[in-house]
Each structure stands twice: as structure tokens, then as C-alpha cells.
């Protein structure tokens, strides 16, 4: 087994820099939306600091990619009262799909760091951008599967799901990520996919920069 720590260690510092607008993204919305719990957490900023689970943000980042070739990586979640959200559970998934949407912006960002660096001769900055670029949108991939606890669980809630089979779904939804990561394709398709989408942004900002 081939231990790539250069990727590992470059993964977590990306998912580090991402998880803070994806975060802020679900606390910002959450706002607008009329519940002021993500203000009074202190979650309605983008200080990575407020926003890292170490394990979700750290640990987990590093060892998956050194070990299982593939990724799975999380922040601290945002919380959210239902009831004061306009809308109730079709705002609460708003909430949720503000997260995976800001990580494609990151991704758009990014990409164009990285073409401006590597014209300016920056290919270290460059190549860790364009990292950024394929994590970004295999985060937002990621995190619109609809397995507790990610965004794309809320999915579920929004379809109306009953609240004890959300919950059954939840208590499992490690072990459900765990197999879906390691027994399945769902990873390298989402790798696959990531990959594809990031060069399709990264080649639209050169052919600008060409012409």
C-alpha cells in the first residue's frame, strides 16, 4: 500500500479552508430565513476556527485518504430550529443545500486562483488550488448523499420522511458511510465526477486567459 501523507496532509488543510464558507453558507441562510440560533452560536462567520470538528475536519480527512484512497470529511454542524425557520422543513432544507452550493462556488474561485497563479508562475499555489477546485466540488458531491449527517439527509426530512425512521437512519449513518465508501463505487464515481467538473472550470478559465 502506497501512503500518500503529502495528499493527506494537503487534503486537510484544503477541507480546513473550505469547511469555513460551507458552514457560514448554512448559518447565513439560517439567518435570512429567521432563525437567529447559528448568530447566537457565533456560527455566522467564516473564522475556520468556528466551524472545524477535528475529528470530521481533521482526523477523519487524513486517514481516509492514506488509507482508503478515498475521502470522507465533515465540519462542525450548524444547528437550526425547525420551527423558527420561514418555511419549516422545505427552509431547513435550503439551509442545507446552501452548504454543497457555496463549495461549487468555492470551486468556480478557485479555479480561477489557480489559472492566474500558474500564468504568474506560481505552480505550487497553482497545483494546490486546482486540488482545491476537485475536493471542493467532491465535498459538495459528498455532502448531498442523503445519509445523517450530512446536507443531503435533509432531502429526506423535506420529503417528509417520518421522524423515527429519520432517526434509525441517523444512529447507523457512520456505519452507512463507512460501507458506501469502501464497498461501493459511490466514491470513485464521485472522484470521477469531481475530477471531470474541475477540469471543465479549469479549461474554461484558460481558454479565457488564451484568448
Keep these: ?11 486537510v488543510l484544503l477541507i480546513v479552508m473550505l469547511t469555513a464558507p460551507h458552514e457560514f453558507s448554512h448559518a447565513w441562510v439560517a439567518t435570512k430565513l429567521g432563525d437567529d440560533t447559528p448568530r447566537i452560536q457565533g456560527r455566522v462567520t467564516l473564522n ?24 470522507l470529511g465533515w465540519g462542525k454542524p450548524v444547528m437550526t430550529q425547525t420551527s423558527k425557520l420561514r418555511g ?22 478557485l479555479g480561477a486562483v489557480g489559472v492566474i497563479c500558474q500564468g504568474a508562475g506560481a505552480l505550487w499555489l497553482a497545483k494546490f488550488a486546482y486540488r482545491g477546485v476537485e ?10 448523499l442523503p445519509v445523517p449527517p450530512l446536507d443531503g439527509s435533509k432531502i429526506l426530512l423535506a420529503l417528509r420522511i417520518p421522524a423515527v425512521i429519520y432517526q434509525e437512519i441517523a444512529r447507523a449513518g457512520f456505519m452507512v458511510l463507512l460501507v458506501l465508501m469502501m464497498a ?3 466514491g470513485r464515481w464521485m472522484s470521477v465526477w469531481s475530477y471531470d467538473g474541475a477540469r471543465l472550470i479549469v479549461d474554461t478559465f484558460r481558454g479565457h486567459v488564451a484568448g
Design 184 to 186: 461501493t463505487n459511490v
Design 1 to 11: 500500500m502506497d501512503l500518500n501523507f503529502q495528499l493527506a496532509i494537503t487534503n
Design 48 to 71: 475556520p476556527l468556528a466551524h472545524i470538528d477535528w475529528l470530521g475536519t481533521a482526523i477523519l480527512p487524513f486517514l481516509s485518504t492514506l488509507f482508503m484512497g478515498g475521502f
Design 135 to 144: 475536493l471542493s466540488l467532491y465535498l459538495a458531491l459528498f455532502n448531498l
Design 88 to 109: 419549516g422543513l422545505n427552509g431547513l432544507l435550503l439551509v442545507a443545500l446552501a452548504g454543497p452550493f457555496s463549495n461549487v462556488i468555492m470551486a468556480v474561485i
